[in-house]
């Protein structure tokens, strides 16, 4: 099967998933709230995908964090099943589900900023890539700390779901650090191979 198939398979799941979540999710706002990076990403990979396709790792990340937001959408990260399996595991306070997105957080975001940065020829040098890449991790990072507060001031005692501190004050201090952990993570573990991947598509 090529791969634009495979893509149009994944993302037709991915939608199929997403409506799927729609039906009964534990809180509509904070559903909305988590799944919004989803709905935007998805029509803008479809809308560059010709102009500048991303590459089959980068498309398996996406697909992966995609379902991770889905999930703490569905259930409010507080919530999710499998987190509390690891609380059982770990002997944690508090579901760790939360950590697992944010880590993903910088661990996919490394890899998207890495590919725009070095295949649209914004930067030459691999390390500088590799620095600007986690700088703009925690960016991303902040700012969604920044959306929190916002929400937390708008909607007050609703937005208890979207926040998920769980009682601990360190919350967003530890939210981005494990951003940070995923973003060093991505960097040392797949960067090899992420430049074949961009090395072949830059030969097409």
């Not at 706002?29 to 709905?39: G, I, N, Q, R, Y």
């Not at 499998?82 to 002997?91: E, H, I, P, T």
């Not at 769980?166 to 919350?171: A, E, F, I, S, V």
Request: aromatic share 14%.
């Amino acid at each position: 099967m090529q791969r634009q198939q495979v893509l149009i398979a994944a993302a037709a799941l991915l939608i199929i998933i997403l409506l799927i979540s729609a039906i009964h999710p534990y809180d509509y706002p904070t559903w909305f709230m988590e799944v919004a990076p989803v709905l935007i990403a998805l029509p803008i990979m479809a809308a560059t995908y010709k102009r500048f396709p991303l590459t089959t790792l980068l498309y398996t990340l996406i697909f992966i964090h995609a379902l991770i937001l889905i999930a703490g959408g569905t259930y409010t990260y507080a919530r999710v099943p499998l987190g509390f399996w690891m609380q059982d595991v770990l002997g944690t306070v508090r579901n760790p589900y939360d950590k697992i997105g944010h880590f993903a957080q910088g661990f996919v975001p490394f890899i998207v900023a890495r590919e725009i940065l070095w295949r649209g020829g914004y930067v030459t040098s691999r390390r500088m890539t590799a620095f600007l890449s986690v700088c703009a991790v925690m960016m991303v990072s902040s700012f969604y700390e920044l959306v929190e507060w916002w929400a937390a001031l708008f909607m007050g005692q609703g937005a208890d779901e979207f926040l998920g501190t769980q009682g601990d004050q360190w919350d967003t201090q530890s939210d981005m650090f494990f951003a940070l952990i995923g973003a060093v993570t991505a960097m040392l573990v797949l960067s090899r191979l992420h430049d074949r991947q961009m090395d072949r598509l830059n030969s097409r």
